[in-house]
């Protein structure tokens, strides 16, 4: 009788340990007073509590479009949280925006986190988001990544309402961002601390056009993440493509640490 039990305990605790997840359901919801597109989502347990008792978690992340908006956990005495995050800057009516609920710790009974469940909300086609808070630029040396240069300093705004600057250089080719058409995310993560200066985010995801090599129809999507001084923890990713054509790349680099310069976080300013 004992060892069917433990059999029957076995088996009941393998189940869990491939069904804990979080839920998801969000919304893209315009404010008709500020103009602004709201995300609000709710995220909640996946576990029946009193059949697996591993529903609680100590840490959910939020993704929008796959970056880190906002973390939580679900704890006592219903196990889920809800949230409200501006929509993407820039993002046209129309377009899908995903999110994602990632379960980062451990659940309550030990069993190990990673799972995540996505759903997709849509911007209506009364409002779009302009603004953003926050702004980065690159301070001293030329950057670099891999054997891609940003040279000329750079200044890149989380809204698209100031002038920015981008300009890259690798093995002889050249790209200048003329126009930012959307801030993915402008965030700021718990573990990277940017300062100084004190910033309120530490992290821009951003899309652009510009010319390669002089010819307009490029489109570049970065990433750039100020993570202290001087600058060795800072990281960038790049992807350059052309518009008409996404598949032909131009130029790839994943996420990774600068090996040179500093790129800085900064509070807004005013805007002369
Ligand atoms: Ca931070
Ligand atoms: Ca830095």
Not at 7 to 20: N, P, R
Not at 107 to 122: A, F, I, K, L, P
Not at 226 to 254: R, S
Request: net charge negative; charged share 15%.
């Amino acid at each position: 009788m004992l060892k069917y039990l433990s059999i029957t305990f076995v088996l009941l605790f393998s189940i869990s340990a491939q069904a804990h997840h979080p839920e998801i359901s969000a919304d893209a919801v315009c404010d008709e007073t500020t103009g602004e597109v709201n995300i609000n989502y709710e995220s909640w347990t996946w576990d029946s509590c009193d059949y697996y008792g591993g529903c609680g978690n100590t840490r959910i992340d939020i993704l929008l479009n796959g970056v880190v908006i906002e973390s939580n956990s679900f704890s006592e005495p219903d196990y889920r949280f809800s949230g409200s995050y501006p929509a993407p800057v820039g993002a046209q009516p129309g377009d899908s925006v995903s999110v994602t609920a990632l379960a980062v710790d451990a659940w309550s009974n030990g069993t190990e986190g990673g799972q995540s469940r996505s759903t997709s909300v849509t911007i209506p086609d009364t409002c779009t988001n302009t603004s953003g808070t926050g702004r980065f630029t690159g301070g001293g040396h030329q950057i670099r990544v891999d054997a891609v240069r940003i040279t000329r300093g750079f200044t890149l705004h989380c809204d698209l309402l100031l002038s920015n600057n981008l300009e890259i250089n690798w093995k002889g080719n050249h790209f200048h961002m003329k126009e930012h058409m959307e801030t993915v995310a402008c965030t700021d993560d718990p573990d990277i601390i940017q300062a100084p200066p004190e910033a309120p985010v530490d992290t821009i995801v951003g899309v652009g056009q510009g010319h390669y090599n002089n010819e307009p129809g490029y489109t570049i999507e970065f990433t750039l993440v100020d993570a202290g001084e001087p600058g060795g923890d800072d990281q960038a990713a790049f992807k350059l493509y052309e518009t008409a054509n996404p598949a032909n790349v131009i130029m790839e680099v994943p996420l990774q640490s600068i090996t040179g310069g500093n790129i800085q976080a900064h509070a807004d300013q005013p805007h002369k």
